[in-house]
């Protein structure tokens, strides 16, 4: 049984309007200070490319993420097999 003092607890999730779905990406730049890592995701289709996506956080979640990542890359092999680091992007990109 539930305490009094205890409140039950729900997070609502809300998505912004005209937010269609996911947006693929191919590459990766991190960047850091101190407070807060930046994780800009890129789309690159040679000869160009588009920011799809950039993401802010602090430390402490970036190591929470980087965990998730490594847990569900596990129970992915595990059910499909091994997965091969894609070639690194060649030559220099800029913005």
Do not use: W
């Not at 200070?33 to 160009?48: G, Q, R």
């Not at 490319?49 to 965990?67: E, L, N």
């Not at 990542?69 to 220099?92: A, H, R």
């Amino acid at each position: 049984m539930e305490n009094q003092n205890q409140k039950s607890q729900s997070n609502q999730i809300q998505i912004k309007d005209g937010f269609a779905g996911g947006e693929y990406a191919n590459a990766m730049q991190v960047g850091h200070i101190k407070e807060e890592f930046l994780l800009t995701f890129l789309n690159i289709v040679a000869p160009s490319g588009r920011v799809c996506a950039k993401i802010i956080t602090s430390p402490g979640h970036i190591k929470r993420m980087i965990a998730a990542l490594e847990d569900n890359l596990k129970k992915y092999e595990e059910k499909f097999g091994p997965v091969e680091p894609s070639e690194s992007p060649k030559g220099q990109i800029g913005f």
